[in-house]
């Protein structure tokens, strides 16, 4: 990115001539200025690439107009001249934000090697720049996270809500359902982009060496330690810090993790150093927390200050309609990855994947894509490539095993309001109960075999009373 525009700002008309004609021949734009106030009003009403200021200037000093040239041009970079080659000027000025400092009288020479400078800082802050946006847009959700359902574009608002801040996100769903795509979302919509994204499955590291992974160790800590590692929160400093599969982290740990959130500073292993970590969580689990909290499993303290915002993901089954635009996205990439021919799906072959139940769900939906192109040498792919599915089952996950019905109640409701503002006056009361009552009374027809004299009793409430909430819900009867 070559510089086109630069202003040089000095109270001498000697310094402002020669470095004028200097930078003229080499064929940049150059504005000057006399004193501190008219630089400040050409860099209000112009664009520049560069400014070289005096540092001692009437009006406005050059230290003083860094200052301001920092709050409203922070793109703008800044070289101080002075004439007094003190340490004290030097440090301020690059404390300030200065790009360089340099003493007079100086040759041109120096300033020739301050523009090479320039210029290539400001190549690599394009570069960056660039490699920032591909990744945002390599990262946007509609692009890795695919399903136009209503649980999906829930899904998509929330991730839009919480990105460009920093608080902490709880992501929660069934094995396989994409909540480590959904955290890195986050990651690469916020702030943080281009500062670290780390992970780590506590689930799948021994208890004894999770804490080490979490927060390092000094050398000689332990047996074995022989250097000084680094742990996950000082890897992710200033970005973001992945915690998948929290659930199954010891309670100790938890103490320590929640220590962590508070005071915004970790301690390695065999250390007695305090060390500032900035670094946003993100964390995710395929368990039913709230169970967990219940069974004093899970600290409650620590629950709170993790759901702050809460992500539930659902899993595939209920969503089947997204099925297809998934089936087909990874048909795609399967088919650019092993540089194979392209390859189709037929109807029948997407009837077949929307019947499955998907225990193993988008994860498992990925897998059976790739075997079957493995497998297959024909260009169309039919319900017969996906005969050997498990059986279609309602996986019972971990996230529901054990869980009392109160707490599934809980967290789902907990989920379907976290897009609610504000709860005024209105008829939520009825509008969860009918939700709730629908599914339960049409599950008892179904099994009484739409008997309603035995459903009423397995109710516990009289056969006027269930013709009535038949009516009032819309249940269609059926006849066995």
Not at 356 to 374: C, D, F, M, T
Request: negative net charge; proline residues 3%; aromatic residues 4%.
């Amino acid at each position: 990115m070559p510089l086109h525009r630069i202003l040089v700002a000095d109270d001498e008309e000697s310094m402002r001539w020669v470095l004028s004609k200097a930078l003229k021949r080499k064929g940049f734009d150059v504005d000057l200025a006399h004193d501190g106030r008219q630089a400040l009003e050409l860099i209000k009403d112009n664009c520049y690439d560069l400014a070289i200021l005096d540092i001692k200037m009437p009006g406005i000093s050059g230290l003083d107009l860094l200052d301001k040239v920092q709050e409203s041009k922070k793109d703008l970079l800044v070289v101080i001249m002075t004439a007094e080659a003190s340490m004290r000027n030097a440090v301020e000025a690059m404390k300030r934000g200065a790009y360089d400092y340099i003493t007079k009288p100086f040759d041109l020479d120096v300033i020739d090697a301050i523009i090479e400078k320039v210029t290539r800082a400001k190549e690599i802050a394009g570069e960056v720049t660039t490699l920032k946006q591909e990744l945002k847009e390599r990262y946007q959700p509609e692009r890795n996270i695919i399903g136009n359902s209503q649980a999906m574009q829930d899904v998509y608002k929330t991730i839009g809500k919480v990105a460009g801040s920093d608080v902490t996100v709880l992501i929660q769903g069934e094995s396989g359902t994409g909540k480590e795509l959904v955290a890195r979302a986050v990651h690469f919509n916020s702030g943080r982009l281009g500062k670290p994204f780390v992970a780590i499955n506590c689930a799948a590291i021994p208890r004894d060496l999770l804490e080490s992974e979490l927060f390092g160790s000094e050398k000689g800590a332990y047996t074995g330690a022989g250097e000084r590692k680094q742990g996950k929160f000082e890897q992710a400093n200033h970005g973001t810090l992945f915690l998948d599969e929290i659930g199954d982290m010891p309670l100790d740990l938890q103490a320590k993790i929640l220590r962590v959130l508070q005071e915004q500073e970790i301690t390695r292993i065999g250390g007695n150093q305090n060390i500032a970590v900035d670094v946003r969580i993100v964390a995710a689990t395929n368990q039913a927390l709230v169970e967990k909290v219940r069974l004093k499993e899970f600290r409650e303290d620590l629950y709170y200050r993790l759901n702050v915002v809460p992500i539930m993901l659902a899993p595939l089954r209920e969503r089947r309609d997204d099925i297809p635009d998934l089936a087909r996205y990874f048909l795609e990439r399967t088919s650019a990855e092993m540089s194979t021919s392209p390859k189709r799906l037929t109807d029948d072959a997407l009837a077949s994947l929307k019947a499955h139940s998907w225990p193993g769900n988008v994860r498992e939906l990925e897998n059976a894509i790739k075997r079957a192109v493995i497998l297959s040498s024909d260009p169309l792919l039919t319900a017969h490539d996906f005969e050997n599915l498990p059986a279609a089952v309602i996986s019972q996950d971990s996230a529901s095993q054990d869980a009392s019905l109160e707490s599934l109640v809980d967290m789902k409701l907990r989920s379907c309001m976290n897009g609610i503002e504000t709860l005024d006056k209105g008829n939520i009361h009825a509008m969860v109960l009918e939700q709730i009552e629908r599914p339960l009374i049409r599950f008892i027809l179904e099994k009484t075999r739409w008997n309603q004299v035995k459903a009423a009793d397995i109710l516990g409430i009289n056969r006027n009373t269930l013709r009535k909430k038949i009516t009032e819900l819309g249940i269609e009867l059926k006849r066995e």
